[in-house]
């Protein structure tokens, strides 16, 4: 089994910064990319930002130039540094974990999302 558990969510006024942090545990082969997600009421979710296991990322671009995605890949873990925070980003954000699974060191199957269970963000104004 592959777990993905998210952290780091709270209440912030417009303009602050909050440090969203993601680990992955349990019978992991190998993670290709972890990226962030959110969903807002009555919306769809949507990406945020992703990071491969090289290193390479994305960003939406209503996050460009605020958030920054970063991972350790000796902890299996993705962080996501949100600054100049507007109420508009107030979602919930989701960790998602693209991941191979092992079985006695082995890779089994192809790789898989895993999706944390996901921690509020709200932006007051």
């Known amino acids: 089994q592959v777990q993905v558990v998210e952290s780091g969510g709270g209440l912030v006024q417009a303009g602050g910064s909050l440090r969203l942090s993601c680990a992955a545990s349990?019978?992991?082969?190998?993670?290709?990319?972890m990226g962030w997600y959110r969903q807002a009421p009555g919306k769809q979710r949507e990406l945020v930002a992703e990071i491969t296991h090289e290193g390479r990322t994305n960003y939406a671009d209503f996050v460009k130039g605020r958030f920054t995605i970063s991972r350790d890949n000796a902890k299996d873990s993705v962080f996501l540094q949100m600054n100049s925070l507007k109420p508009e980003d107030t979602a919930v954000y989701y960790c998602?974990?693209?991941?191979?699974?092992?079985?006695?060191?082995?890779?089994?199957?192809?790789?898989?999302?895993?999706w944390g269970q996901g921690t509020q963000v709200t932006v007051s104004s």
């Open positions: 349990g019978k992991i082969f190998s993670i290709i990319a």
């Open positions: 998602k974990g693209e991941i191979t699974s092992t079985l006695s060191g082995l890779r089994v199957g192809l790789a898989a999302d895993y």
